[in-house]
């Protein structure tokens, strides 16, 4: 499984991510993205698998020498990280509350369960990576993904704070 987002799918389902992954023979999982680690990702799964893994690892010319300062982030991210995703998803659903709100942006704010928000901005007349250009000169990073949409990802280093801010900053564009 790529679990990437593992993490956030467990808390929005309401359920361990040892349950979600339980009949799964390996899962790769992301330690930056949700979890606030610095770099790195994690494979687990049964001791073949992973000999395999390192087999190929090694044939294609991957690994890190003296790595323990990145394993210690990623130990540190796996320990105390998980707890402050809820956070995360309740930023994405008082952004996705708020650029409902905003003329010219449409999005369903119900449709947001983890988080990661996507909108349509076709209504502001501008392009997704017009609004995103002239968010970037404001302070704000949110990426377009097609003509007319944009995602938006709140994380650890997004507080509510940086939410109004942004979107009070996405008003401004759009309009």
Known sequence: MDGARVFNAAEACGKPVREIVAKLDTVMFCLSKALGAPVGSMVAGDADAIALGRLYRKRLGGGMRQAGVLAAAGLIALEHSPRHLMEDHRNARLMAQGLAGIPGIRIDPARVQTNIVIFDVSG??????????????RGVLINPIAPTLMRLVTHYDVDREGCELALAEVAEVAA
């Open 124 to 137: 502001t007349g501008l392009a997704a990576a017009e609004v995103s250009a002239r968010l970037k000169q």
